[in-house]
């Protein structure tokens, strides 16, 4: 895993004048895009698109520091449609306007290093987790797009929460009627973003059911038929949670021969009151690789 990782890395690398094609990704890794995406941000703290992007301005800069090339010539060559979406990119990440490159080498450049993953399998700590068919089902609550994020908690999906009513409240509690029949957090629908702004996902707070609609007041995301890996943690939270999350993408999936498809991934807690001793699920939808 860590081998094709780094070849797809190496690949990229090679094409960030030219086209990425995510065929030739899936080739090099053996594993679907959405897979590679989705192993990346788990792995990195950001998104491949930011990555990416940030490797193209990196790039940029020291192009730019050639007496005979252009800002306009640099815009395009790095996929840019426009010489105004460059500048603003560049100025956002650099501090400064890309015209400028050359007055700012004598005080502060910038620089963004090509990655390179070093897997390393910590084993003898436990991982418990279990898979399971499960038919297709709803998931229905309160949803929000908000912005991807890596560290913290996100203060929109805080937000989020805060906003569902009592009414909504009764409504899921009363039609919650599949396992873990209590609320969850889903996550879906990511996206990696443009060239020019940050990744986005859909997140909702809700219940699993199989009822029938109307869901007058909640939303609804239809689950298709998947087969799950179902890992569960207990100790200190949200420490033990998030350590779990770490571990299914640094040792469980590299090492298992199971690979993430696109669904939503979902976690819940248990009895909360002791946040010593919480017990808590993650769920990832998985099939088989190749």
Known sequence: MQSSMNEALQYIEEHLDTEIDEKEIEKITGTSIYHFRRMFSFLSGMTLTAYIRNRKLSNAMFDLLREDVHVTDTAFKYGYSSVDGFSRAFREWAGFKPSEVKQQQKQELKAFPKLTFQLTMQGGAEMNYRIVEKEAFQIIGVSKKVPMQFEGVNPEIENLAQSITDKQKDKMHELANLEPKQVINASYNFDDGRMDEEGYLEHMIGVLTDEEGPFEGLDVVDVSAHTWAIFSS????????????????????????????KAPEVSFVED?????????EIWMA?????
Not at 235 to 252: D, L
Not at 272 to 280: F, P, R
Request: proline residues 7%; without cysteine; glycine residues 4%.
């Open 234 to 261: 207990q100790g200190p939270f949200p420490q033990t949670m998030q350590e779990t999350w770490a571990k299914i993408a640094a040792e469980w999936l590299p090492s298992s021969d199971y690979e993430l498809v």
């Open 286 to 290: 998985v099939q088989r690789k190749g």
């Open 272 to 280: 909360d009151s002791d946040l010593n001793n919480v017990y808590s």
